[in-house]
């Protein structure tokens, strides 16, 4: 039930107040981050993790695995292969590709994953990373340590083989048409000027290779790999960055970095996270399966996926007050009772008491024991626009939230059946 305080008018409720974003959880921090191992709804090692936006995800895996994070959990998501992917990416708003093993290729669109049938057969090699600059222009990479490396290329209509290496190319980071990098086997860098594939000078030594990639921006760039090796790009060369790599021997699989050059991590065997807050790196946890990637979608949550047998599957938040409610986000707003969508809020700290919805009125509408679904791992709040089964009438509501330390936030949104 809602309880309207003594004192308190409807009035006091300021109709078309718009909310911005935040969050929090459980668990210990270094730096901005805090982690939280969670379950996931499949079994199988996941190897790759990408945010399509801030509150949805796709990860990929063992014997075709994708699970999808949406409205706060993991779902899974049937794909049409029993093959293992490595890798998955976005092409826009509502696409995204996965690649795996022996060539395999899907393709999500229409909301559907699929095999996409123009690059059967285009390889038999390993494929290990994707990326796409746009949906008409997409790179995959891979290849055997025995066999040699291939970099296959997306024009918007079909894949092509755009390289053979004589080494494996692991990972890629597609800047633009005529800047893209990729390293690989055998401490390999290579860049791509939109014309010719160059050797770029390396700084690992020999007999290792680099595992992953990432360019937050043009002038500056990350990679990481075996022997726990970490190097920076900057002024147009890459240089070992020596505190980062004197934190860990593990090889290191993944690393992502935020735009603002102050958040980061990066990821590897036994566990290992090393987080970054712009100007270090400090090893903040070690321990359980290898950690195979990370993905940061902003500087407040972001997902690690892995595992040995079974999946593994952490999601961070960030280390912020447990009693905060100035960053939360609540959308779609207005909410349309056709688009078939909750009403999410999400961003919340973990210590909430109470979450209330009431019309204008201050009649209830509902709580968090009747038709509010909130998840304080994640810090998400969800609710069907249904009062007592039937659809709830259009026009706007009251929210009102507590955390057990007593701070309160208050607001409106609007139902529109459209």
Known sequence: MIRIRQGLAPCLFIFGAVLAAGLAVTGPAYAWGVWTEMPSPSPNILRSVKYMTRARAWAVGDIGTVIKFENGGWHTYPTGTDRNLNSVCLAGSEEAWAVGATGTILHLKGGRWSPDPQSQDIT????????????????????????????????????????????????????????????????????????????????????????????????????????????????????????????????????????????????????????????????????GDELLDVDLPNALEGAAVGGASLGRLLMVRAATEESNLD????????????????????????????????????????????????????GIVTWWPSIRGRPAPQGPYLYRIETLAGKVRRGTFLVAWR
């Not at 207005?334 to 999410?344: A, D, E, M, V």
């Not at 204008?360 to 009747?370: I, R, S």
Request: charged share 15%.
């Open 124 to 287: 038999l090699l390993d494929l290990l990373s994707v990326s796409f600059l746009n949906p008409a222009n997409g790179w995959a990479v891979g290849g055997d340590p025995a066999l040699g490396g291939v970099i296959l290329h997306y024009d918007g209509q079909s894949w092509v083989t755009a390289s053979v290496t004589g080494k494996v190319v692991t990972d890629l980071a597609v800047l633009a048409s005529d800047n893209i990098h990729f390293c690989g086997g055998e401490r390999s860098l290579t860049r791509f000027d939109g014309n010719v594939f160059a050797a770029v000078a390396s700084p690992l030594i020999d007999g290792q290779s680099w595992r992953g990639m990432s360019f937050p921006f043009r002038g500056l760039g990350w990679v990481v790999g075996d022997g726990g090796t970490v190097a920076k790009f900057s002024s147009g060369s890459w240089a070992v960055h020596p505190q980062g790599s004197s934190l860990t021997g593990a090889r290191l699989n993944s690393v992502a970095m935020l735009g603002d050059a102050v958040h980061g991590y990066a990821v590897g065997g036994g566990g290992v996270r090393l987080a970054y807050d712009g100007g270090t790196f400090a090893l903040e946890a070690a321990g």
């Open 327 to 378: 960053n939360i986000r609540i959308y779609p707003n207005p909410l349309s009772t056709k688009s078939g969508r909750p009403l999410t809020v999400d961003r919340l700290p973990t210590n909430v008491k109470t979450f209330e919805i009431a019309t204008l009125l201050g009649e209830p509408v509902a709580d968090l024991k009747n038709g509010i679904s909130y998840q304080p791992v994640t």
